[in-house]
C-alpha cells in the first residue's frame, strides 16, 4: 500500500451536479497530482498541487477545480457535471522534486 | 505535446512463459515510470529510469530505456497468475515537472 488515500470509493450523480472528491498524501509528501482515467485509456493529468497552489495544468476546463490544505491534504471539485466526466480519478502525491508519484486507489465517479 | 504508444494493446499468455511490453515515445524521455495497475484500482509503481541505456530489475520483472531515451521495454520472464494487469508506462514531461504522460496501457492476461 502507498499511504495515499481517497473518499468516497464509488460516486454515482446526474449530470449539472457537483462532485467534491477527497485525497489524503502519503506521510512527508508535499505534492498531490490528479489524473482522470476513462475506461480503457491511460490517466490524464488534470493538475498538480504544491504549497497550497496550482502548480500546473492539464488541458481539463476551469470547471475542474481543485485545493491543498496545509496538511497537504487535497481536494478535487467539479461542477457542472457532463456524461463525459465518467471515469475513475485518481490522486498522486509526491515529494517536490524526487520524481516518483504514489498513487491511491481513485474513485470511480458515474454520471447519469 | 508528448505522447507515448504502447504495445501491444493486449496479450494473452501462458502460465510460465517470457513476455515483453513496448513504449515509444515521441520525444525525449526525461524520466520513464513503468506501473502496474489491478481493473479499476490505482497503479502500483513499479520502476523508473532516466538514464539512456540503465536497465533495472526487481524479481521477474526487467525495464530497459534504450540509448536515445525514446523507447522502454518491460520484459517478465516466467508469467505467473500475480503478473495479470494492466502495465502503464508514464513519462515526467520534462524540466522537473513532475507531471506524466501516459500510454494507453497494456492488458496482461495469464493463463494457466
Known amino acids: 500500500e502507498t499511504g495515499v488515500t481517497q473518499s468516497p470509493t464509488h460516486l454515482i450523480k446526474t449530470r449539472g451536479q457537483q462532485v467534491t472528491l477527497r485525497c489524503s498524501s502519503q506521510?512527508?509528501?508535499?505534492?498531490v497530482s490528479w489524473y482522470q482515467q476513462a475506461l480503457g485509456q491511460g490517466p490524464q493529468f488534470i493538475f498538480q498541487?504544491?504549497?497550497?497552489?496550482?502548480?500546473g495544468r492539464g488541458n481539463f476546463p476551469p470547471r475542474f477545480s481543485g485545493l491543498q490544505f496545509p496538511n497537504y491534504s487535497s481536494e478535487l471539485n467539479v461542477n457542472a457535471l457532463e456524461l463525459d466526466d465518467s471515469a475513475l480519478y485518481l490522486c498522486?502525491?509526491?515529494?517536490?522534486?524526487?520524481?516518483?508519484?504514489?498513487f491511491g486507489p481513485g474513485t470511480r465517479l458515474l454520471v447519469l | 505535446s508528448q505522447e507515448l504508444e504502447q504495445s501491444p494493446q493486449s496479450l494473452i499468455v501462458q502460465e510460465g512463459k517470457n513476455l515483453t511490453i513496448n513504449c515509444t515515445s515521441s520525444?525525449?524521455?526525461?524520466?520513464l515510470y513503468w506501473y502496474k495497475q489491478k481493473y479499476g484500482e490505482g497503479l502500483i509503481f513499479l520502476m523508473m529510469?532516466?538514464?539512456?541505456?540503465e536497465e533495472k530489475s526487481h524479481e521477474k520483472i526487467t525495464a530497459k530505456l534504450d540509448e536515445k531515451k525514446q523507447q522502454s521495454s518491460l520484459h517478465i520472464t516466467a508469467s505467473q497468475p500475480s503478473h495479470a494487469g494492466i502495465y502503464l508506462c508514464g513519462a515526467d514531461i520534462g524540466q522537473g515537472a513532475q507531471k506524466l504522460v501516459f500510454g494507453q496501457g497494456t492488458r496482461l492476461t495469464i493463463n494457466p
Open positions: 506521510s512527508g509528501h508535499n505534492t
Open positions: 498522486a502525491s509526491s515529494l517536490k522534486g524526487s520524481g516518483t508519484q504514489y
Open positions: 498541487y504544491y504549497r497550497e497552489e496550482e502548480n
Open positions: 529510469l532516466q538514464k539512456g541505456g
Open positions: 520525444k525525449t524521455l526525461y524520466g
